[in-house]
């Protein structure tokens, strides 16, 4: 910084101003400062910097998939919000393991980093409420927890959307497909589906449980649904794998033969082959008013609703 100041004819603090407050120095020194420091090819020291401040430009974010689009439009809402406070947002794949969760939580705290957004994979939050009586700013996304401020959609509203969207085109006998059932948001996602159920009085609902989430388990599950004549599966990613099941089977037909819906509404359930009725998350907001829950000295709590989007997959008989 000093060579940078001596080349630029101007006081250290000047290039302090330029590079932490830019909105404090007059345009044509910040110029002169930005001039100075392409030709010397100067790079700030963040490090350096963060021992200074106590902490960095950075947010951490934990997510249990990252290869979930949800999830990633959830980051990119997070990102969005970041880098209009001038920060960014360093992206933790946990893969649902508690010891990882653990692991990437304190490496963020060794990092000093201003917050963390996280979407546990578990109902332990013993290790995130030590952090947060160390003083870490902790979020949870598409999770609550009492103590927490959290950002999160009403699951249960999903369900009930979903299931009571097949029930009123005439089908009866439903499968939920979806799991690990100890999931919160799959668990919620079920109890919507039975309440659903509960109101018609004539329906039947099974429960398949899925080990993950994936396009890969659905394809497992969709071999074993021709006794059903319509599908809620607790995602998008498990529809698709159901979807594509079917189509290699040849002998069921989306939707004459089998209703199927997702939940989260990702990209690519309107591209589907038979476009895919979903029950949509406000993702990207998800992601941004998280961000902005970081800096409430208040502990808050946003819960989203879901909305039902309906395409071809469950077009009436």
Same mark, same amino acid.
């Given at each position: ?75 990119? =809402? !997070?990102?969005? #919000?970041? &880098? /209009?406070?001038?920060?960014?947002? $360093? ?5 649902? *393991? +508690? ?92 109890? =919507? !589906?039975?309440? #659903?159920? &509960? /109101?018609?009085?004539?329906?039947? $609902? ?5 080990? *993950? +989430? ?104």
């Amino acid at each position: 910084m000093q060579d940078v100041a001596r080349l630029a004819k101007v006081a250290v603090g000047t290039v302090s101003n330029v590079l932490n407050q830019p909105e404090l120095v007059a345009e044509k020194t910040r110029e002169k400062v930005q001039a100075a420091i392409t030709e010397l090819g100067f790079v700030r020291n963040d490090a350096a910097r963060q021992l200074r401040a106590g902490q960095s430009r950075s947010i951490g974010l934990i997510v249990p998939d990252v290869r979930n689009p949800f999830f990633t439009d959830v980051a990119r =809402g !997070a990102e969005d #919000a970041a &880098a /209009e406070q001038n920060l960014s947002v $360093l992206l933790a794949n946990s893969d649902q *393991n +508690l010891e990882r969760e653990q692991s990437m939580l304190g490496l963020f705290e060794e990092q000093r980093v201003r917050g963390v957004l996280a979407s546990p994979s578990s109902d332990n939050f013993e290790y995130l409420k030590q952090a947060k009586d160390r003083g870490l700013h902790i979020v949870l996304v598409d999770r609550t927890e009492r103590g927490f401020s959290s950002v999160s959609v009403d699951d249960g509203a999903g369900g009930y959307l979903a299931v009571k969207h097949l029930l009123d085109t005439g089908r009866k006998n439903i499968a939920f497909v979806g799991g690990p059932l100890n999931v919160q948001q799959i668990a919620d996602r079920l109890n =919507g !589906a039975m309440k #659903a159920i &509960a /109101e018609n009085g004539t329906a039947s $609902l099974d429960v398949i449980e899925t080990k *993950n +989430l994936s396009v890969q388990a659905g394809r497992e599950i969709g071999t074993q649904l021709k006794k059903f004549d319509a599908v809620f599966a607790a995602n998008d990613l498990l529809a698709i794998g159901v979807m594509q099941a079917c189509m290699v089977d040849g002998n069921i037909n989306i939707p004459s033969d089998l209703a199927l819906i997702g939940y989260d509404d990702i990209d690519f359930a309107s591209a589907a082959i038979v476009p895919l009725t979903s029950v949509r998350q406000p993702s990207a907001e998800i992601g941004r008013a998280a961000i902005e829950l970081l800096s409430d000295s208040e502990i808050r709590n946003i819960e989203f609703q879901p909305e039902l989007i309906v395409r071809a997959s469950t077009a009436n008989n």
